[in-house]
Protein backbone atom coordinates (compact mmCIF):
# COMPACT_ATOMS: atom_id res chain seq x y z
CA UNK A 1 0.00 0.00 0.00
CA UNK A 2 1.19 3.64 -0.89
CA UNK A 3 0.21 6.20 1.14
CA UNK A 4 0.37 9.57 2.53
CA UNK A 5 -0.76 11.04 5.41
CA UNK A 6 -1.12 14.55 5.57
CA UNK A 7 -0.60 17.45 7.98
CA UNK A 8 -0.75 15.29 11.37
CA UNK A 9 1.01 16.08 14.42
CA UNK A 10 3.35 13.12 16.06
CA UNK A 11 2.88 12.23 19.63
CA UNK A 12 6.51 10.13 20.22
CA UNK A 13 9.29 11.27 22.35
CA UNK A 14 11.43 8.65 20.96
CA UNK A 15 10.90 10.19 17.38
CA UNK A 16 12.65 13.23 16.03
CA UNK A 17 9.76 14.66 14.68
CA UNK A 18 7.97 14.44 18.05
CA UNK A 19 5.24 17.76 18.04
CA UNK A 20 5.63 18.56 14.27
CA UNK A 21 2.87 18.92 12.03
CA UNK A 22 4.12 16.85 9.23
CA UNK A 23 3.33 14.79 6.17
CA UNK A 24 3.93 10.87 6.62
CA UNK A 25 4.82 8.73 3.26
CA UNK A 26 4.73 4.75 3.76
CA UNK A 27 5.12 2.38 0.86
CA UNK A 28 4.65 -1.26 1.60
CA UNK A 29 4.12 -0.67 5.11
CA UNK A 30 7.71 1.07 6.00
CA UNK A 31 7.86 4.51 6.25
CA UNK A 32 9.32 6.45 3.33
CA UNK A 33 9.96 9.81 4.20
CA UNK A 34 8.74 12.55 6.95
CA UNK A 35 8.62 16.00 6.30
CA UNK A 36 6.33 19.01 5.09
CA UNK A 37 4.51 19.44 1.76
CA UNK A 38 6.14 16.11 0.45
CA UNK A 39 5.18 16.13 -3.66
CA UNK A 40 2.95 13.35 -4.70
CA UNK A 41 4.69 12.26 -7.73
CA UNK A 42 3.39 8.06 -7.19
CA UNK A 43 -0.10 8.41 -7.32
CA UNK A 44 0.06 7.99 -3.21
CA UNK A 45 -3.40 7.49 -2.05
CA UNK A 46 -3.77 10.35 0.59
CA UNK A 47 -5.35 10.94 3.95
CA UNK A 48 -6.23 14.03 5.41
CA UNK A 49 -8.32 15.21 7.92
CA UNK A 50 -8.16 18.17 10.74
CA UNK A 51 -6.58 17.84 13.94
CA UNK A 52 -5.07 14.45 13.07
CA UNK A 53 -2.28 13.17 15.19
CA UNK A 54 -0.11 10.04 15.05
CA UNK A 55 1.34 8.13 17.58
CA UNK A 56 2.96 4.43 18.06
CA UNK A 57 0.46 1.83 17.68
CA UNK A 58 -1.27 1.52 20.88
CA UNK A 59 -1.34 -1.81 22.51
CA UNK A 60 -3.73 -3.30 24.96
CA UNK A 61 -2.35 -5.89 27.62
CA UNK A 62 -5.88 -7.38 28.62
CA UNK A 63 -8.41 -8.59 25.99
CA UNK A 64 -11.11 -11.25 26.13
CA UNK A 65 -12.73 -12.03 23.56
CA UNK A 66 -14.91 -15.45 23.68
CA UNK A 67 -13.40 -17.68 20.44
CA UNK A 68 -13.09 -20.42 20.83
CA UNK A 69 -16.01 -21.67 22.91
CA UNK A 70 -17.91 -18.42 23.26
CA UNK A 71 -18.39 -17.05 19.50
CA UNK A 72 -21.57 -15.84 20.82
CA UNK A 73 -19.62 -13.83 23.45
CA UNK A 74 -17.14 -12.17 20.63
CA UNK A 75 -15.00 -14.33 17.63
CA UNK A 76 -10.80 -13.14 16.98
CA UNK A 77 -12.05 -11.54 13.24
CA UNK A 78 -14.57 -9.29 15.22
CA UNK A 79 -12.87 -8.63 17.98
CA UNK A 80 -9.60 -7.68 16.12
CA UNK A 81 -11.48 -5.26 13.74
CA UNK A 82 -13.11 -3.71 17.00
CA UNK A 83 -9.70 -3.04 18.21
CA UNK A 84 -8.57 -1.57 15.28
CA UNK A 85 -11.23 0.69 14.95
CA UNK A 86 -11.07 1.72 18.43
CA UNK A 87 -7.08 2.55 17.57
CA UNK A 88 -5.08 -0.91 19.02
CA UNK A 89 -2.73 -2.29 16.83
CA UNK A 90 -1.98 -4.95 19.30
CA UNK A 91 -3.47 -6.91 21.88
CA UNK A 92 -2.56 -9.23 24.54
CA UNK A 93 -5.47 -12.00 24.49
CA UNK A 94 -6.14 -13.50 27.64
CA UNK A 95 -6.45 -17.18 27.78
CA UNK A 96 -10.38 -17.25 29.44
CA UNK A 97 -11.88 -19.21 26.34
CA UNK A 98 -13.52 -22.81 26.07
CA UNK A 99 -11.33 -24.55 26.13
CA UNK A 100 -8.80 -22.86 27.84
CA UNK A 101 -5.44 -21.40 26.08
CA UNK A 102 -2.99 -24.11 28.16
CA UNK A 103 -0.58 -25.65 25.63
CA UNK A 104 0.85 -25.14 22.45
CA UNK A 105 -2.12 -26.37 20.15
CA UNK A 106 -4.39 -23.56 21.45
CA UNK A 107 -1.53 -21.04 21.40
CA UNK A 108 -1.06 -21.73 17.54
CA UNK A 109 -5.03 -22.36 17.42
CA UNK A 110 -5.88 -18.26 17.58
CA UNK A 111 -2.62 -17.39 16.18
CA UNK A 112 -3.47 -18.84 13.08
CA UNK A 113 -6.99 -17.17 13.83
CA UNK A 114 -5.61 -14.37 13.58
CA UNK A 115 -2.82 -14.44 10.58
CA UNK A 116 -2.49 -11.00 8.44
CA UNK A 117 -4.46 -8.58 10.51
CA UNK A 118 -3.53 -4.77 11.20
CA UNK A 119 -4.32 -5.44 14.60
CA UNK A 120 -1.40 -8.40 15.65
CA UNK A 121 -3.03 -10.64 18.30
CA UNK A 122 -0.34 -11.83 21.14
CA UNK A 123 -1.74 -14.95 23.57
CA UNK A 124 -0.99 -15.04 27.17
CA UNK A 125 -0.74 -18.67 27.66
CA UNK A 126 -2.59 -19.79 31.02
CA UNK A 127 -0.36 -20.35 34.20
CA UNK A 128 -2.39 -23.39 35.42
CA UNK A 129 -3.60 -25.91 33.73
CA UNK A 130 -7.48 -25.18 32.61
CA UNK A 131 -6.82 -21.70 34.84
CA UNK A 132 -7.57 -24.36 37.87
CA UNK A 133 -4.51 -23.40 40.24
CA UNK A 134 -3.42 -26.67 40.82
CA UNK A 135 -0.95 -27.48 38.03
CA UNK A 136 1.31 -25.16 36.14
CA UNK A 137 0.93 -25.38 32.60
CA UNK A 138 2.82 -26.02 29.49
CA UNK A 139 4.50 -22.82 30.39
CA UNK A 140 7.71 -23.65 28.05
CA UNK A 141 5.67 -25.01 25.01
CA UNK A 142 3.62 -22.07 25.20
CA UNK A 143 6.36 -19.64 25.01
CA UNK A 144 7.59 -21.52 21.82
CA UNK A 145 4.24 -21.41 20.18
CA UNK A 146 3.79 -17.98 20.40
CA UNK A 147 2.61 -16.74 24.18
CA UNK A 148 3.70 -13.61 25.68
CA UNK A 149 3.24 -14.22 29.44
CA UNK A 150 1.14 -16.66 31.26
CA UNK A 151 -1.64 -15.95 33.96
CA UNK A 152 -5.40 -16.96 35.02
CA UNK A 153 -7.36 -14.52 33.83
CA UNK A 154 -8.97 -12.65 37.14
CA UNK A 155 -8.43 -15.67 39.29
CA UNK A 156 -5.59 -15.33 42.22
CA UNK A 157 -3.22 -18.15 42.86
CA UNK A 158 -4.30 -19.73 46.13
CA UNK A 159 -1.16 -21.92 46.67
CA UNK A 160 1.98 -19.19 47.12
CA UNK A 161 3.99 -22.16 45.99
CA UNK A 162 3.15 -22.66 43.21
CA UNK A 163 3.14 -19.00 42.02
CA UNK A 164 6.97 -19.59 43.38
CA UNK A 165 7.71 -22.10 41.22
CA UNK A 166 6.67 -20.19 38.36
CA UNK A 167 8.07 -17.08 38.93
CA UNK A 168 11.63 -19.62 38.99
CA UNK A 169 10.54 -21.78 36.30
CA UNK A 170 10.08 -18.97 33.80
CA UNK A 171 13.44 -17.31 34.33
CA UNK A 172 14.98 -20.05 31.89
CA UNK A 173 13.19 -18.82 29.57
CA UNK A 174 13.16 -15.04 30.41
CA UNK A 175 9.27 -15.42 30.66
CA UNK A 176 6.92 -13.21 32.40
CA UNK A 177 4.23 -14.49 34.57
CA UNK A 178 0.86 -12.66 35.38
CA UNK A 179 -0.75 -12.92 39.01
CA UNK A 180 -4.10 -11.55 39.56
CA UNK A 181 -4.31 -10.39 42.89
CA UNK A 182 -7.38 -11.04 45.02
CA UNK A 183 -7.65 -13.04 48.10
CA UNK A 184 -10.60 -15.06 47.69
CA UNK A 185 -11.38 -15.82 51.28
CA UNK A 186 -11.46 -12.29 51.94
CA UNK A 187 -13.77 -11.52 48.85
CA UNK A 188 -16.30 -14.11 50.05
CA UNK A 189 -19.06 -13.81 48.16
CA UNK A 190 -18.28 -9.93 47.80
CA UNK A 191 -19.90 -8.44 44.69
CA UNK A 192 -19.16 -4.78 45.01
CA UNK A 193 -16.94 -2.60 47.13
CA UNK A 194 -16.71 -2.68 50.35
CA UNK A 195 -17.94 0.75 51.54
CA UNK A 196 -20.98 3.42 51.95
CA UNK A 197 -22.17 2.57 48.47
CA UNK A 198 -22.55 -1.28 48.82
CA UNK A 199 -23.84 -1.13 52.73
CA UNK A 200 -26.51 1.49 51.63
CA UNK A 201 -27.92 -1.04 48.92
CA UNK A 202 -27.00 -4.29 50.57
CA UNK A 203 -24.58 -5.55 48.33
CA UNK A 204 -22.11 -7.81 50.00
CA UNK A 205 -18.78 -6.12 50.38
CA UNK A 206 -15.16 -6.70 48.38
CA UNK A 207 -12.71 -4.97 50.92
CA UNK A 208 -9.56 -3.38 49.62
CA UNK A 209 -7.69 -5.94 51.84
CA UNK A 210 -8.59 -8.29 49.18
CA UNK A 211 -6.69 -6.71 46.31
CA UNK A 212 -4.07 -5.72 48.90
CA UNK A 213 -2.96 -8.85 50.86
CA UNK A 214 -2.14 -10.88 47.82
CA UNK A 215 -0.32 -7.81 46.01
CA UNK A 216 1.82 -7.63 48.73
CA UNK A 217 2.16 -11.57 49.43
CA UNK A 218 3.18 -11.89 45.42
CA UNK A 219 5.72 -9.09 45.81
CA UNK A 220 7.30 -11.22 48.94
CA UNK A 221 7.58 -14.19 46.53
CA UNK A 222 8.66 -12.09 43.73
CA UNK A 223 11.70 -10.68 45.92
CA UNK A 224 12.42 -14.00 47.48
CA UNK A 225 12.20 -15.60 43.42
CA UNK A 226 13.98 -12.86 41.12
CA UNK A 227 12.50 -12.75 37.18
CA UNK A 228 9.48 -10.74 36.26
CA UNK A 229 6.18 -10.39 37.65
CA UNK A 230 3.27 -8.45 36.23
CA UNK A 231 -0.17 -7.45 38.19
CA UNK A 232 -2.60 -6.54 36.56
CA UNK A 233 -5.73 -4.19 36.98
CA UNK A 234 -4.97 -2.68 40.38
CA UNK A 235 -7.59 -0.61 42.40
CA UNK A 236 -6.67 0.71 45.26
CA UNK A 237 -4.53 3.27 46.52
CA UNK A 238 -2.84 0.80 48.82
CA UNK A 239 -1.88 -1.31 45.43
CA UNK A 240 -0.60 1.62 44.40
CA UNK A 241 2.03 2.60 47.39
CA UNK A 242 2.96 -1.30 47.65
CA UNK A 243 4.17 -1.40 44.20
CA UNK A 244 5.52 1.85 44.15
CA UNK A 245 7.96 1.05 46.98
CA UNK A 246 9.19 -2.32 45.33
CA UNK A 247 10.22 -0.56 42.09
CA UNK A 248 12.55 1.56 44.91
CA UNK A 249 13.86 -1.77 45.93
CA UNK A 250 14.35 -3.13 42.61
CA UNK A 251 11.84 -5.31 41.54
CA UNK A 252 11.00 -6.38 38.48
CA UNK A 253 7.64 -5.55 38.78
CA UNK A 254 5.34 -3.84 36.27
CA UNK A 255 1.42 -3.20 37.15
CA UNK A 256 -1.78 -2.26 34.79
CA UNK A 257 -5.00 -0.32 35.70
CA UNK A 258 -8.34 -0.54 33.61
CA UNK A 259 -10.25 2.45 32.36
CA UNK A 260 -13.11 2.10 33.94
CA UNK A 261 -11.00 2.12 37.33
CA UNK A 262 -10.06 5.60 36.55
CA UNK A 263 -12.90 6.79 35.08
CA UNK A 264 -15.70 5.40 36.70
CA UNK A 265 -16.51 4.96 40.75
CA UNK A 266 -18.63 2.34 42.88
CA UNK A 267 -21.54 5.68 43.15
CA UNK A 268 -22.37 4.02 39.77
CA UNK A 269 -23.89 1.18 41.26
CA UNK A 270 -26.70 3.19 42.48
CA UNK A 271 -29.13 1.77 39.92
CA UNK A 272 -27.83 -1.93 40.47
CA UNK A 273 -26.85 -2.15 36.87
CA UNK A 274 -24.90 -4.68 36.26
CA UNK A 275 -22.54 -3.32 33.46
CA UNK A 276 -20.91 -1.77 36.23
CA UNK A 277 -20.16 -5.11 37.90
CA UNK A 278 -16.39 -5.52 37.06
CA UNK A 279 -13.19 -7.30 38.41
CA UNK A 280 -12.06 -6.08 40.58
CA UNK A 281 -14.56 -3.46 41.51
CA UNK A 282 -15.52 -0.22 40.95
CA UNK A 283 -13.74 1.56 43.89
CA UNK A 284 -14.14 5.02 46.04
CA UNK A 285 -13.03 8.78 44.42
CA UNK A 286 -10.28 8.38 46.55
CA UNK A 287 -8.93 5.27 45.20
CA UNK A 288 -9.77 6.36 41.29
CA UNK A 289 -7.68 9.93 42.18
CA UNK A 290 -4.99 7.95 43.59
CA UNK A 291 -4.59 5.35 40.68
CA UNK A 292 -4.70 8.34 38.62
CA UNK A 293 -1.60 9.76 40.72
CA UNK A 294 0.30 5.92 40.01
CA UNK A 295 -0.49 6.66 36.71
CA UNK A 296 1.26 10.28 36.40
CA UNK A 297 3.98 8.82 38.11
CA UNK A 298 4.79 6.18 36.51
CA UNK A 299 3.88 3.65 38.97
CA UNK A 300 1.07 1.91 36.52
CA UNK A 301 3.21 1.28 33.55
CA UNK A 302 0.33 0.11 31.15
CA UNK A 303 -3.53 1.30 30.77
CA UNK A 304 -5.77 -1.65 29.63
CA UNK A 305 -9.36 -1.77 28.52
CA UNK A 306 -9.37 -5.13 29.84
CA UNK A 307 -12.33 -5.70 27.23
CA UNK A 308 -14.71 -8.68 28.40
CA UNK A 309 -17.36 -9.10 26.46
CA UNK A 310 -20.09 -11.04 28.84
CA UNK A 311 -23.51 -12.66 26.46
CA UNK A 312 -26.97 -10.80 27.57
CA UNK A 313 -27.93 -14.17 29.18
CA UNK A 314 -25.39 -13.53 32.21
CA UNK A 315 -25.45 -9.34 32.58
CA UNK A 316 -29.59 -9.06 32.62
CA UNK A 317 -30.12 -10.77 35.74
CA UNK A 318 -29.78 -10.07 39.13
CA UNK A 319 -26.87 -8.23 40.18
CA UNK A 320 -25.22 -10.69 42.39
CA UNK A 321 -25.65 -13.69 40.07
CA UNK A 322 -24.15 -11.81 36.47
CA UNK A 323 -21.06 -12.11 35.47
CA UNK A 324 -18.14 -9.27 36.07
CA UNK A 325 -16.84 -8.10 33.25
CA UNK A 326 -17.27 -4.41 30.50
CA UNK A 327 -15.91 -4.48 27.19
CA UNK A 328 -13.91 -1.59 27.22
CA UNK A 329 -12.14 -1.13 23.64
CA UNK A 330 -14.13 1.37 21.79
CA UNK A 331 -14.72 3.57 24.67
CA UNK A 332 -10.84 3.63 26.15
CA UNK A 333 -9.28 6.98 24.35
CA UNK A 334 -12.30 9.01 24.71
CA UNK A 335 -12.87 8.34 27.91
CA UNK A 336 -9.16 8.28 29.04
CA UNK A 337 -9.29 12.16 27.83
CA UNK A 338 -11.29 12.83 30.26
CA UNK A 339 -9.18 12.75 33.32
CA UNK A 340 -5.33 12.28 31.80
CA UNK A 341 -3.38 14.95 29.55
CA UNK A 342 -3.04 13.36 25.75
CA UNK A 343 1.05 12.74 26.08
CA UNK A 344 0.42 10.65 29.29
CA UNK A 345 -2.54 8.40 27.76
CA UNK A 346 -0.41 7.76 24.75
CA UNK A 347 2.34 6.60 26.70
CA UNK A 348 0.61 4.04 29.18
CA UNK A 349 -1.16 2.93 25.62
CA UNK A 350 1.78 1.73 24.12
CA UNK A 351 4.33 0.81 26.64
CA UNK A 352 2.61 -2.34 27.10
CA UNK A 353 4.93 -3.55 23.85
CA UNK A 354 8.15 -2.99 26.09
CA UNK A 355 6.35 -4.75 29.42
CA UNK A 356 5.86 -7.87 27.46
CA UNK A 357 8.90 -7.91 25.59
CA UNK A 358 7.56 -7.09 22.03
CA UNK A 359 9.20 -4.29 19.61
CA UNK A 360 7.95 -0.89 19.52
CA UNK A 361 8.61 0.60 16.29
CA UNK A 362 9.22 4.70 16.44
CA UNK A 363 8.02 7.37 14.05
CA UNK A 364 11.32 7.15 12.08
CA UNK A 365 11.80 7.14 8.21
CA UNK A 366 12.96 3.62 7.53
CA UNK A 367 11.13 1.90 10.26
CA UNK A 368 7.86 0.01 9.87
CA UNK A 369 4.67 1.77 9.76
CA UNK A 370 2.86 0.66 13.43
CA UNK A 371 0.58 3.69 13.92
CA UNK A 372 -2.64 4.94 15.40
CA UNK A 373 -4.43 7.91 13.85
CA UNK A 374 -6.46 10.44 16.53
CA UNK A 375 -8.18 13.43 17.49
CA UNK A 376 -8.31 15.12 20.51
CA UNK A 377 -11.07 17.73 19.15
CA UNK A 378 -14.90 17.60 20.23
CA UNK A 379 -16.89 16.04 22.75
CA UNK A 380 -20.00 13.79 22.34
CA UNK A 381 -21.86 10.90 24.21
CA UNK A 382 -20.96 7.27 24.16
CA UNK A 383 -24.23 5.29 22.72
CA UNK A 384 -25.31 1.76 21.52
CA UNK A 385 -24.19 2.99 18.10
CA UNK A 386 -20.26 3.40 19.04
CA UNK A 387 -20.23 -0.07 20.32
CA UNK A 388 -18.81 -2.65 17.18
CA UNK A 389 -18.46 -5.44 19.82
CA UNK A 390 -20.80 -8.71 19.75
CA UNK A 391 -21.49 -8.06 23.10
CA UNK A 392 -22.86 -4.55 24.61
CA UNK A 393 -22.02 -4.73 28.09
CA UNK A 394 -20.50 -1.27 28.02
CA UNK A 395 -19.95 0.38 31.65
CA UNK A 396 -19.14 3.72 29.41
CA UNK A 397 -22.95 3.66 27.93
CA UNK A 398 -24.47 7.12 28.53
CA UNK A 399 -20.50 9.09 29.03
CA UNK A 400 -19.48 11.80 27.87
CA UNK A 401 -16.09 11.45 25.75
CA UNK A 402 -13.82 13.92 24.39
CA UNK A 403 -11.78 13.19 21.32
CA UNK A 404 -12.04 9.79 18.64
CA UNK A 405 -9.88 7.25 16.97
CA UNK A 406 -9.61 8.24 13.12
CA UNK A 407 -7.78 4.74 12.38
CA UNK A 408 -4.73 2.57 12.54
CA UNK A 409 -1.62 1.63 9.95
CA UNK A 410 -0.13 -1.73 10.47
CA UNK A 411 0.88 -4.73 8.57
CA UNK A 412 0.32 -2.38 5.77
CA UNK A 413 -3.17 -2.08 6.38
CA UNK A 414 -5.18 0.76 6.88
CA UNK A 415 -7.96 0.38 9.11
CA UNK A 416 -10.29 3.54 9.44
CA UNK A 417 -12.95 3.68 12.59
Known amino acids: MKIIIREAKIIDPKSPFHNQVVDVQINNGTIEKIGQNLSNTDDFEELKQSDLLISQGWFDSSVSLGEPGFEDRETIENGLNVAAKSGFT ?11 IDNQSQVQFVKQKASNTATELFPIGALTKNNEGTDLAELFDMKNAGAIAFGDYNKSLSNANLLKIGLQYVQDFDGLVIAYSQDEKIKGSGVANEGIVSTR ?12 LTVARNLFLLEYTGGKLHIPTISTAKSVELIRDAKAKGLQVTCSVAVHNLVLTDEKLDG ?4 FKVTPPLRTDNDRIALISGVLNNT ?3 ITSDHNPIDIEHKKMEFDMAKNGTIGLESAFGALLTVLPLDKIVEKLTFGRAVFGLN ?11 LTLFSTEGEWIFTKENILSKSKNSAFLGTKMRGKVIGVFNNNKLILG
Request: charged residues 20%; hydrophobic residues 40%; without cysteine.
Open 90 to 100: GIALQPNSFPV
Open 201 to 212: LGLKGIPNLAEE
Open 272 to 275: FDTR
Open 300 to 302: IDI
Open 360 to 370: NSEIAEGNQAN
